[in-house]
DNA sequence: TCGATTCGCTGAATCGTTTCGGCAACCACC
DNA sequence: GGTGGTTGCCGAAACGATTCAGCGAATCGA
């Protein structure tokens, strides 16, 4: 039943009539080795005959290099893009020759340190800690990791790893920009909660775009929602009944969007004729919607790419890496 | 600058004393081996002591067990449940201590088998083989694999080995079932195209519902579609404009019934008031269109749990196993 | 007291690699 | 024919665990 067992080096190495050693110098065509062309060619011939391919458990064992990353997610499917970050590492890590183990924690400490340790045990050459949505981590217990860790989407509670994270300050900024270039000038800005740093951020950038042309934006046409869709739909009907309501809404996220949107609708407004909305995100949702939503896109392919790129590096010391949101520009946008 | 090494099983057991063979057989509590008390709770103070944990690389070398499942996956981002299937076998996993060693081959099956020798280069103890949407998975190359596999979400050319996939044609019964009990009488069918596998399954059962009452289902109230929201919305427009016209219509997806809802919109019709929707797959989206849109649920998380089951357990015979989507009732169907 | 058991533990082999010191053989040169 | 440098390959020692035959010592039965 059972097939044969792979072949060793060691039958690599009979059928070709030489050592092990030469064989596998062969194989892994080491620089400073001296092997004559016609060995080499039966050693070779012998790896094609039989098929031969090394079991990298043995050399990891030997080489103290397993080729293996771990990816520790406190969340793998909540959000959909989880699944493009394991892929943006996943892709970088392939290219190299390397793969990820991955677990994920359900945000559990204890289970973290469990999956971490777990894949310190499998002698992984490098550890991504990724939370789903950006937040403080916990890094002292990394403190004395002896492999390459990078943290990404998250911040660690000292400065000790390289952090991957978005851009929020930036796409804040060009979230304005974009909407005061767009003709815009009192622009409604539904902020999440407050504790979300992501959230800070965006404000500052925000605000930030309005300083830079000289204008003071009106802190009436700023709320902080709840990130669901309830939270958006309940800001735009207290926005859009001020006397002097917006012209354009920028949601912190897209799911507020959708209830901007619905409040709009009810309103009897128009997007983008009446107002002009845009979102946070790009979650697949946004493309769907009538109108297509306009949003600034975060990078997790891209922060998955990074993260693994600097484990590949072998980087440790901290240095805070900060992805653009580039905007996703659809249909809920009028220019003025 | 680097932390001292991780310790042996040697620095456990010249700590304690005693040989490594001794404190091997006490670490993992061998069966048949006594051991006397008081040098059990040496080595096991020694361990604690070193913070002693097994080098799972060497361990799995001399015990050709490495608690590692393979999960190969045609993407693994594209479609937001791949997530979730991971996870749902990550957790399997995970609960009988193993871990996931993920790769996304882009449908290219080139990709693949690197990607599965790859996996077995790392002496997977098992293999799970993902498609993201139900198709054919060519396994000939995979036929002397001597770890168990599974196939996820596709079908083998040939039975060979276990497949687990979700039984559409049920799930078109069911949704069938769930409007003909709501009262509904002529219901639409706005279904994929027909090379799907899955399109065909739900149709069949659909028809088979209708049958099981004795009605025979009007041919021009089926249509199919292209999956995606305008062909959703065209079928939907034309449906509307029959003489009699549906008063529900089911969609094999619910990016169509986000077309559907468009088409209904536009029209001046009321969801559910004046047309029931029903959609299929409960993708994220759904719960946050308007009306809630009610849909069959693809059990991308139970998949995965399946799949690893099926793996722990060693089965390689070919047995097909069909898991249920259940109905997620939301706001769109009403009763008549 | 003398085998026969049982107990508690050890030493060595093994898993499949890589790495490195060293050994023949060959050539070149004085 | 020494001396010295290459060349081409080999053997053995790791890497960090598990497993198993077996060995003294203690215990037991008669």
Same mark, same amino acid.
């Given at each position: ?158 400065? *000790?790893?390289?952090?991957?994270? $978005?851009?929020? /300050?930036? #796409? ?5 920009? +974009? =909407? %005061?270039? @767009? ?109 297509? *939503?306009?949003?600034?896109?975060? $990078?997790?392919? /891209?922060? #998955? ?5 600097? +484990? =590949? %590096?072998? @980087? ?21």
């Amino acid at each position: 039943m059972s097939s044969p067992s792979r072949p060793t080096l060691a039958d690599v190495a009979s059928l070709a009539g030489v050592a092990r050693s030469t064989a596998s110098m062969v194989i892994n065509g080491v620089e400073h080795a001296r092997v004559a062309e016609d060995t080499r060619a039966r050693v070779l011939a012998a790896v094609d005959q039989l098929g031969y391919r090394p079991n990298a458990a043995a050399r990891g064992l030997r080489t103290q290099r397993t080729h293996l990353f771990g990816f520790v997610g406190d969340e793998i499917a909540a959000s959909a893009y989880a699944g493009e970050t394991i892929t943006g590492a996943q892709d970088v890590a392939w290219a190299a020759d390397h793969l990820l183990l991955i677990a994920n924690t359900g945000r559990d400490p204890d289970v973290q340190r469990a999956a971490i340790d777990a894949m310190l045990d499998r002698q992984v050459d490098g550890l991504i800690i990724a939370a789903m949505s950006a937040r403080e981590v916990d890094v002292e217990p990394l403190r004395l990791l002896s492999v390459p860790c990078v943290l990404l989407n998250c911040f660690g509670t000292q400065p *000790l790893f390289p952090e991957i994270v $978005p851009d929020d /300050e930036r #796409g804040g900024f060009d979230a304005a920009t +974009l =909407l %005061l270039d @767009a003709g815009h000038t009192r622009i409604a800005f539904i902020n999440g909660s407050a504790d979300k740093h992501a959230a800070n951020a965006r404000e500052r950038g925000f605000l930030a775009a309005h300083a830079q042309r000289g204008l003071t934006h009106d802190p009436v046409l700023r709320a902080h929602g709840n990130w669901w869709p309830d939270g958006g739909y309940e800001h735009t009907q207290r926005l859009l009944a001020l006397p002097d309501p917006p012209t354009a809404i920028f949601c912190a996220n897209d799911r507020m969007a959708v209830g901007a949107y619905e409040a709009l609708k009810e309103l009897g407004l128009d997007v983008p004729g009446d107002v002009s909305v845009l979102g946070y995100d790009d979650m697949e949702l946004a493309q769907h919607l009538r109108p297509a *939503l306009s949003t600034m896109a975060l $990078p997790h392919y /891209e922060m #998955g790419q990074w993260a693994c790129r600097r +484990l =590949l %590096l072998g @980087a440790r010391e901290h240095v805070r890496e900060l992805l653009p949101c580039p905007p996703k520009l659809r249909d809920s946008i009028r220019t003025l």
